[in-house]
């Protein structure tokens, strides 16, 4: 396994969020440039997976850092994959927090396998109003 770097002090562009979308596999709209960075302009947790130079993870929330963080992304690039770093980002996103943040997301239905294995639990009692774009 490569010794991937993890970092929570930097910030990364639109491009370098489309490019790791693009290369996780995740659906996101990574041809608007101008959303990706209203995505990360409000974003307030923000973690990055590195191998050297090159951007393998990221995991964005929103955060009150009192009650409950929203994951609203975890990417890894493919070729990364099943190596630890999305679970790694997910901790890593927990000592951002602390003990009383519950930490949720909606999960894309190829990933509800995933979720369980890095220690979420699935829950029923929530909704959405879709977005229509």
Partial sequence: MND????????ITPIDLSEIFKRSGIKRPFDDLDRLQQMLDHANVLVTAWDEERLVGVARGLTDFSYCC????LAVDE????????KELIRRVQLLLNENVALIL???PKAMDYYP???FE???NGYK????K
């Avoid at 991937?4 to 910030?11: L, S, V």
């Avoid at 929203?70 to 992304?73: A, F, G, N």
């Avoid at 070729?79 to 999305?86: A, L």
Wanted: no cysteine; glycine share 10%; charged share 25%.
């Fill in 4 to 11: 991937i770097m993890y970092k929570d002090d930097i910030t």
């Fill in 70 to 73: 929203y994951l609203s992304d």
């Fill in 79 to 86: 070729s990364y994959q099943e190596q630890g770093i999305g």
């Fill in 106 to 108: 909606l999960s894309s």
């Fill in 117 to 119: 294995k890095v220690g």
């Fill in 122 to 124: 699935k829950i029923d």
């Fill in 129 to 132: 109003i879709a977005r229509t």
